[in-house]
């Protein structure tokens, strides 16, 4: 059983540009979570998707930043007109979602630059 | 109120050892305790968790002591070993009496330990 599948694992983007992050959860699991890590911080709290509907978004930014988990295929975290202010690792989680007090498991996370 | 404060913010031992983190909260929602591992380049795994009804869980190790009262908790590792050299992340999530999982998790800023051969 794999687990959380991300990628890229490094991605490169200029001031301006679009920045596409892709999550594939371990199979079964249909609830996907999304967080980002700056640099000697903490994971901060971005977006809980469940299949097809978007649960909380209380910690994406107002602008520019999107995500979806669409009915077939991994989930995606769109970052329009990156700036370097951006930069820093995305890490998707999965669960079952099902069970109570079940775990999320994490992926090995996107690292974007901004150039 | 979200907030989970961790310290210390970084910490050295000899192999041997036993460091401790520890993190407070403010949340009285919070009802589930995990710790998480990450090595530079790798994503977060969990390594322990407590739920409140508990005041200390072991593993292995690992050991979580949970103090409700004051609303505090900490991670001990006996007889260290150089590679338990990681970042370790304190975290608290609600949990949801519905029956479903809600996994949003609030961390910890993350202790950067280093333990000496």
């Known amino acids: 059983n794999a687990g959380v599948m991300q990628n890229p694992r490094h991605l490169v983007r200029r001031r301006g540009q679009e920045a596409r992050l892709r999550c594939s959860p371990m199979?079964?699991?249909?609830?996907v979570y999304w967080y980002r890590q700056l640099p000697e911080e903490g994971l901060k709290f971005m977006v809980y998707?469940?299949?097809?509907?978007?649960?909380?978004e209380s910690g994406m930014p107002k602008e520019r930043f999107s995500a979806e988990f669409p009915k077939e295929g991994p989930s995606i975290l769109r970052i329009q007109q990156v700036v370097r202010g951006d930069s820093a690792a995305y890490f998707c989680?999965?669960?079952?979602?099902?069970?109570?007090?079940?775990?999320?498991?994490f992926g090995q996370g996107t690292r974007l630059t901004v150039v | 109120q979200q907030q989970v404060k961790q310290s210390p913010q970084s910490l050295i031992v000899q192999k041997g050892g036993i460091p401790i983190i520890n993190c407070a909260y403010e949340?009285?929602?919070?009802?589930?305790f995990p710790w998480y591992q990450q090595f530079p380049g790798k994503g977060p795994a969990l390594l322990i968790a407590?739920?409140?009804?508990?005041s200390e869980k072991k593993e292995g190790r690992f050991t979580i002591s949970f103090n409700k009262s004051a609303k505090q908790f900490s991670l001990h590792i006996m007889d260290s070993q150089p590679g338990d050299s990681a970042t370790y992340f304190c975290?608290?999530?609600?949990?949801?009496?519905?029956?479903?999982?809600?996994?949003?998790?609030?961390f910890g800023q993350g202790t950067i330990l280093t333990v000496h051969p």
């Open positions: 989680a999965s669960s079952p979602g099902r069970v109570a007090d079940t775990e999320a498991f």
């Open positions: 407590i739920r409140p009804d508990v």
């Open positions: 975290a608290a999530k609600p949990y949801n009496a519905g029956g479903t999982s809600y996994g949003k998790l609030t």
């Open positions: 949340n009285t929602a919070f009802d589930y």
């Open positions: 998707l469940q299949k097809e509907n978007i649960i909380d």
């Open positions: 199979k079964g699991h249909s609830h």
